[in-house]
């Protein structure tokens, strides 16, 4: 990849998009992770309006922490960047208190941790109508077309997504070349939605590597009698996830009305 070239295109096109839409610039919330470390430098680099959120809830203290640090080295390289703290844990938990109680609590762990993400969303719309902005996405091609690895109307709630054409291993590049903070780069990747420490990983039961070969071999036209042992278990789970997470991928369907039905009588 022509990985200083790829940044100037990712760049322009910012730009370009934020001008045409007679925006003043982006609006993203900052995890402590990878893919909203570079899509964040990107945004800063165009020189717009960019306004880091930081949105808490019970969140792992490494995470809060690379986080801020990551803000404060983007606000020392790049004057166009401001910050806002915003404290969404008693909004959750608030949220919690109002719903319906269940007989047992971990049948429900899936539906608060996207409801976590949905609150982010909200949260960064708010400032966003505040401010001219844009909500920028943090997406990458692996999680956004592979494996839908996101929440729906969560983290996939945007307006653009920046860096949704490269894959993880082509996000860590270009997070070398911009100067993303060693300690972001070596950072297991999470999600930072369920209040513990799991990675990706411990959730997808692949590495992203293994996904990027996974989704390298269905374009080729592979299936998994092709492989064996772990090539085709992770294969599996590619094809496992791509299938149940296409609602999320494909447009919202339509109840289409036949015409003949909208004739009067």
């Known amino acids: 990849m022509q990985t200083e070239k790829v940044i100037d295109h990712i760049v322009t096109w910012l730009q370009e998009y934020a001008n045409k839409a007679n925006m003043k610039g982006f609006v993203i919330g900052i995890s402590g992770g990878i893919d909203s470390a570079v899509t964040s430098a990107l945004c800063a680099k165009t020189g717009l309006s960019l306004l880091c959120l930081e949105m808490p809830i019970h969140q792992a203290k490494n995470?809060?922490?690379?986080?801020?640090?990551?803000?404060?080295?983007?606000?020392?390289?790049?004057?166009?960047?401001?910050?806002?703290?915003?404290?969404?844990?008693?909004?959750?938990d608030s949220l919690i208190a109002a719903l319906p109680a269940v007989e047992n609590e971990e049948e429900r762990f899936m539906s608060l941790a996207n409801t976590r993400a949905r609150l982010r969303m909200t949260t960064l719309y708010y400032f966003a109508a505040l401010d001219s902005l844009l909500v920028a996405g943090t997406?990458?091609?692996v999680e956004d077309f592979g494996i839908g690895f996101y929440t729906k109307y969560g983290d996939g709630g945007v307006d653009l997504s920046p860096i949704a054409d490269l894959l993880k291993s082509e996000v860590?590049?270009?997070?070398?070349?911009?100067?993303?903070?060693?300690?972001?780069?070596?950072?297991?990747?999470?999600?930072?939605?369920?209040?513990?420490?799991?990675?990706?990983?411990?959730?997808i039961g692949?590495?992203?590597?293994?996904?990027?070969?996974?989704?390298?071999?269905?374009?080729?036209?592979?299936?998994?009698?092709?492989?064996?042992?772990?090539e085709k278990k992770v294969f599996k789970i590619y094809k496992r996830l791509n299938t149940i997470n296409l609602h999320k991928m494909n447009p919202i369907p339509i109840c289409e009305i036949p015409s003949a039905l909208k004739l009067t009588l």
Do not use: C
């Not at 990551?70 to 959750?92: A, M, S």
């Open 172 to 203: 860590y590049e270009i997070a070398k070349v911009l100067g993303v903070q060693n300690d972001i780069i070596q950072a297991a990747p999470t999600d930072g939605l369920w209040g513990d420490d799991r990675t990706d990983e411990d959730q």
């Open 63 to 92: 995470q809060v922490t690379r986080a801020s640090n990551h803000i404060d080295w983007l606000q020392g390289n790049f004057p166009n960047v401001d910050r806002k703290q915003i404290n969404l844990t008693p909004v959750f």
């Open 139 to 141: 997406g990458n091609k």
């Open 206 to 230: 692949a590495s992203y590597p293994e996904l990027e070969w996974a989704m390298e071999m269905v374009e080729a036209g592979k299936n998994e009698d092709d492989f064996k042992d772990r």
